[in-house]
């Protein structure tokens, strides 16, 4: 819910322009697929559940330097971390989340998340 108010932050903050904040968003959406590439890789190499400690820790200090960056270049910086690093857990949560539930609870596991 707190992600749907970068864009006004953005605004007030930064003073930026709706194209400045798009550029940010678009390149936003780019980090958010290289994340999804990169979550089996950093799987394999560190474990699932470290992996997805490790990526939600990074990605939630970058979330709480956003407010202190004192330029708009800065602040992007720091929300595009912020994505990169919070959507690359997605794939490797649910894949853990498929190995620890049975095959009948699947459906339903899947339903709540």
Known sequence: ??????????????????????IIFAIGSL?????????PILADRF???????????????????MPFAPFLFLAGFFYL????????TGPTESALAMETVDDEERT????LR
């Open 1 to 22: 819910m707190f992600v749907q108010f970068f864009e006004i932050f953005f605004l007030l903050k930064f003073d930026a322009n709706p194209a400045q904040i798009s």
């Open 31 to 39: 980090f958010i697929a290289i994340g999804n590439i990169l979550s």
């Open 47 to 65: 474990g699932k559940v470290n992996m997805i400690v490790i990526t939600r820790l990074i990605s939630v200090i970058f979330m709480m330097l």
């Open 81 to 88: 971390s912020r994505g990169l690093f919070m959507n690359a």
């Open 108 to 111: 339903t596991m899947e339903a």
